[in-house]
């Protein structure tokens, strides 16, 4: 959530970031510096009746200690109409600052000026590519196909039991999946990050915070009877762990990183690029979150483009990092890279990894702040990324490491799956 003081003070700059992100309802900003501008006005006028009020109850006073009875009761009665006009003015303003709220919640993160223009993702920036692609020979298959040959991943199977988006790992693949998220925790562990084993479900509270809620409610699945939410990221539980928290400046940078299950409806999904592992309503994810000083937030943003850069290196994996344009930015993004392997098969790039910096975006709806040097509180920057996301992994893996004895096991995966082929 933007910051009221900041969209009032550089209305052009909030206007021209803005556009990068080609938000469709500008007439917001005027609109949130109108109700803001009343609601500053009202306060100032409920000010000045306290002070009125308050300068009336020690008059008040004093008139009695003097035995000033009959003015005293003058006094009263003049005050027992500031206390009705303090009414109208606090009504007022708590309906002025209930409107500011609606109004300024729709209103998208700005994008960094590194940002690049566009509205799709074909217009999105490529910062490197990394590996050669490789040649499959012939008859190689896709990894759907592959998963049905060695019997390590049953689609049909999840049908059955939950739906289509929900399948079954099996044998090797199971193990596939458990080596991989060991792996990635124990990466994560080496580089300084602090396990967390966070709850798979939130609250309204928690989904406002990280900027999920009111925005991506048709994407998450909701437990109705209890008003909770399957979360589409361990980001959301362990961002929230700093809710309404005050940090101090000497322990950032704060990192942690946690595996959960994800959920996501990708409602209205359908179609080639969706087949297999490509889209899934459940699947395995390592998050990486940071909560640093704001003058550290875009080096570390590089740190951890870098860090999921060398997962994607060690695994074998041919890749590619993207600057998202504007328009296709996260409604609370302030710069975002995607990392993408190549499916060899499918000869499509998959986006992997999403790491992402949103300076005070998040802090601001979790009141996240910290006491600096000279004592002053503001607002933390919080970022974080995919340390992986596992579905097109396996999917790269496979398709990549189909052999005629099997598929080979990236050498890093070894001793955690403790063989070297699918076969």
């Not at 009125?52 to 009263?76: D, F, P, T, V, Y």
């Not at 193990?175 to 990466?187: G, V």
């Not at 995607?338 to 000869?347: G, K, P």
């Not at 097109?392 to 096991?409: C, D, F, H, P, Y």
């Amino acid at each position: 959530m933007l910051q009221v003081n900041y969209i009032r003070e550089n209305r052009e700059k909030v206007l021209e970031r803005l556009a990068v992100k080609n938000f469709k309802q500008p007439e917001l900003v005027d609109q949130i510096i109108s109700v803001d501008e009343d609601r500053r006005k009202t306060q100032a006028e409920l000010d000045t009746l306290s002070a009125e009020a308050n300068s009336a109850a020690k008059q008040i006073g004093e008139l009695m200690r003097q035995g000033e009875k009959a003015k005293a009761e003058e006094i009263k009665a003049k005050t027992s109409s500031l206390k009705e006009q303090s009414k109208t003015l606090s009504d007022k303003l708590a309906s002025l600052e209930n409107e500011l709220f609606s109004k300024i919640v729709l209103l998208p993160n700005l994008p960094h000026t590194t940002v690049p223009l566009g509205s799709t993702p074909e217009e999105n920036t490529v910062v490197l590519e990394h590996g050669q692609k490789p040649q499959l020979p012939e008859g190689a298959l896709p990894h759907w196909e592959l998963a049905a040959k060695y019997d390590i991943i049953d689609f049909e199977l999840g049908v059955k039991i939950a739906g289509a988006g929900f399948p079954v790992y099996k044998g090797k693949g199971a193990k596939l999946q458990r080596a991989l998220i060991n792996y990635f925790l124990d990466k994560a562990d080496a580089a300084g990050y602090f396990e967390i084993q966070p709850p798979v479900v939130v609250n309204e509270e928690s989904g406002f915070g990280t900027g999920q809620l009111p925005d991506k409610e048709g994407q998450m699945y909701h437990v109705t009877g209890d008003n909770l939410y399957l979360i589409p990221t361990a980001e959301v539980p362990i961002t929230n762990l700093y809710r309404d928290v005050i940090v101090k400046e000497e322990e950032f940078p704060i990192k942690n990183c946690g595996y959960t299950p994800c959920f996501r409806r990708e409602a209205g999904s359908y179609g080639a690029h969706v087949r297999g592992l490509n889209r899934l309503h459940q699947f395995d994810k390592v998050e990486l979150v940071q909560v640093v000083h704001p003058d550290k937030s875009y080096e570390t943003l590089e740190q951890m483009s870098t860090y999921v850069q060398s997962l994607l290196q060690e695994l074998g994996l041919p890749y590619r990092v993207l600057n998202l344009c504007g328009g296709d930015m996260s409604f609370g993004s302030a710069k975002t890279y995607d990392m993408e392997v190549w499916s060899a098969a499918q000869s499509r790039w998959l986006e992997v990894s999403s790491v992402t910096n949103f300076e005070t975006f998040q802090s601001n709806r979790l009141k996240l702040r910290f006491k600096g040097k000279e004592g002053k509180t503001q607002l933390a920057h919080t970022l974080n990324g995919s340390a992986l996301a596992l579905p097109r992994i396996v999917a790269s893996i496979l398709e990549i490491n189909q052999t005629e004895k099997g598929i080979k096991i990236p050498a890093v995966l070894v001793p955690y799956t403790k063989f070297e082929y699918i076969d």
